[in-house]
């Protein structure tokens, strides 16, 4: 059961690089999500996808893009990274309304990115 | 800001059932009531969710008061791996795409 999965699971980066943290998930679920948790703080939705080849911004998106060219992958991309961005990232997968067959899907996540900016 | 208020942290004894509350008052009538919990360095994990009537599943039972109000969950019989926090969201899209409010959450440290 490899349910939702992401890579890398750690990183250091400085100021300025940029990188992609992938996530995959083996459930055909339709919608997934990107979040990222600091210290003290509950988890902030940065971006999701309802669906392949859409994306939508989340509470906090400045500063990433994302990418759903695939079912099952959902890609996070920093740009330009600031040490702002250093914190745990959380990918998350559900079911839609129509694939579950009732409301409100439970999210699925996977154990985390843990970034460091430098 | 998280439409819940639950306990800053709680104790159970290994073996003992855990009872974690729950209060949202301010609770609509479309908004399900989630349960999830982290383990330290791990993914938030999906435990139990409904709407007014009681739910049990392998892992839990989820009792919501007659006003949906407030909510309990039930861990039967806790082990130390339960030790973790425990959040209770409620969430009213049914389209899918709203974001978890995660609040602080309720801390439940599992005793030996």
């Known amino acids: 059961n490899a349910g939702v999965t992401q890579t890398p699971k750690f990183r250091v980066l400085k100021t300025g690089q940029s990188m992609t943290l992938l996530c995959a998930q083996d459930m055909n679920h339709e919608y997934m999500y990107w979040y990222r948790q600091d210290p003290g703080m509950g988890l902030r939705l940065i971006h999701y996808s309802v669906g392949e080849g859409t994306t939508a911004k989340g509470e906090v998106p400045d500063g990433y893009n994302v990418s759903r060219l695939k079912k099952q992958n959902f890609l996070l991309g920093l740009e330009s990274a600031a040490p702002s961005q250093t914190s745990v990232y959380f990918c998350a997968s559900s079911y839609s309304l129509g694939q579950g067959g009732h409301s409100n899907q439970p999210q699925h996540f996977g154990d985390g990115t843990r970034l460091s900016i430098l | ?112």
Request: aromatic residues 8%; hydrophobic residues 30%.
């Open chain 2, 1 to 112: 800001d998280a439409k819940t208020t639950q306990p800053t942290s709680m104790d159970c004894a290994e073996g003992r059932a855990a009872n974690l509350p729950c209060n949202h008052s301010t609770i609509s009538g479309n908004e399900y009531v989630y349960w999830y919990r982290q383990i330290h360095s791990q993914g938030p994990q999906y435990i139990i969710h409904g709407l007014k009537n009681n739910e049990t599943n392998e892992m839990a039972s989820l009792i919501i008061t007659e006003d949906r109000k407030s909510s309990t969950l039930i861990l039967p019989h806790a082990t130390l791996r339960d030790t973790a926090v425990y959040y209770c969201i409620v969430r009213g899209d049914s389209s899918g795409n709203t974001p978890l409010v995660f609040g602080k959450g309720t801390r439940l440290s599992v005793i030996a």
